[in-house]
């Protein structure tokens, strides 16, 4: 059963979203077509000679009305049928000079609309807007999931883990800003006490969002390298962010000539710990301690680089 509180707030995007985009006018950006209209010219001019059922498929129409949509469109002289290349019964479908020109008159319509309603937005709800519009793309995105990219720090980054973090550990777990306070100070020496030939860091994105990191420091002992403060979002674990910045931790710390790589993790975080145990890591210590508003089991976990 799925909650109401949970329904009534699709729905109140839903209001929200076709209002600020005009998809309830009956012309489009200024143009003669529907929304409706628009994506079936949309769909002609970008694909190469589709037939009706292609059409049809990709936009989840009833076949009846895309037929009467085609036969205006005729009518209007924007689009013509041939014999479709397949053979068979199938006709493909085309634009004419006049569609080709009065898809770009759309084209463009749409183009300033959208830039008009980004340029009238603050940078941070401009920000805020694409990135949730990548979420949800993301989420009802049905084609092979995009590549998740390891890369260096950039300016911002160490802020951003920290926040993120700080969120997502609140959420799940209730802890408080305790937490955040620690993440800060480990990123602050981190970068105050940088080693680049013993110490490296690793952010992954996906399509350029930032879905993960973590960090390798020096330990209490020449021959020990520490692995800290890693983290996934919650909408991409599953997909094997997690393992790909462990490995990229332990082989660059087996790499700089660390002979053990140690890690502090708390028994709550069960699917951090399974990462760490497919990586071959074991514990070697664990101890209860009261942190970040909640009574914790501390574990330290160990891997032999030799």
Not at 260 to 284: C, D, H, K, P
């Amino acid at each position: 059963m799925i909650p109401e509180t949970q329904i009534a707030a699709l729905r109140a995007f839903n209001r929200l979203y076709t209002r600020k985009l005009g998809l309830l006018n009956p012309h489009l950006d200024a143009s003669p077509f529907s929304l409706t209209e628009a994506r079936i010219l949309y769909e002609i001019a970008h694909r190469t000679d589709p037939s009706a059922a292609e059409i049809t498929r990709a936009l989840g129409l009833d076949p009846a009305q895309l037929s009467r949509t085609l036969k205006r469109f005729e009518a209007r002289g924007l689009v013509q049928t041939a014999q479709h290349p397949g053979g068979g019964r199938s006709r493909s479908i085309r634009l004419t000079a006049a569609g080709r020109q009065a898809f770009a008159a759309l084209d463009r319509n749409t183009h300033d609309a959208i830039a008009g309603l980004l340029r009238d937005l603050p940078l941070p709800k401009r920000e805020a807007l694409l990135a949730a519009a990548r979420s949800i793309g993301e989420v009802f995105d049905e084609s092979p999931a995009a590549e998740v990219v390891l890369r260096d720090l950039r300016p911002g980054d160490l802020g951003w883990i920290v926040h993120r973090q700080a969120v997502l550990y609140a959420q799940e777990y209730g802890w408080t800003q305790e937490y955040e306070a620690l993440a800060a100070r480990i990123l602050a020496d981190f970068v105050q006490a940088f080693d680049p030939a013993r110490e490296a860091a690793w952010v992954a994105e996906i399509d350029g969002r930032v879905v993960g990191s973590i960090f390798l420091v020096r330990g209490d002992a020449p021959e020990v390298g520490k692995l800290r403060l890693l983290y996934v979002e919650p909408d991409t674990r599953g997909r094997g962010v997690g393992a790909m910045l462990v490995q990229a931790c332990t082989e660059q710390a087996r790499a700089v000539g660390y002979r053990r790589l140690e890690l502090w993790t708390n028994s709550v975080l069960t699917a951090a710990r399974r990462i760490y145990q497919r990586a071959g890591f074991v514990m070697i210590d664990e101890k209860p301690h009261h942190a970040f508003g909640h009574d914790l089991v501390g574990q330290t976990w160990s891997l032999d680089l030799t």
